[in-house]
């Protein structure tokens, strides 16, 4: 089943040779587990749960966009741990 909120977050950087940042990618998605019913080689059939995700939206930012989000995340949450 699906969650309803996004539960999982990456994040990918490409940078210039001399290793300056060019853009960042926050990737935003869900993961859940899934029911699946399958053929074992008894011929029965069981059902196995298997990991799925779904991925809500990727985010490119440029530098500048990248630490604007992460100032107004700070100003957001605080010092929360």
Known sequence: MRPEY???FGLR???DKE???????LDISYK???NA?????QGGIENVATPAADTVA????NRQSA?????LLIQTLGNEQ
């Open 6 to 8: 996004a539960n999982a």
């Open 13 to 15: 950087k490409v940078s």
């Open 19 to 25: 290793g300056q940042l060019l853009e960042v990618t």
């Open 32 to 34: 859940y587990m899934e």
């Open 37 to 41: 019913m399958t053929v074992n080689a």
């Open 58 to 61: 990727s985010i490119v930012m």
């Open 67 to 71: 630490i604007s989000l992460r100032n």
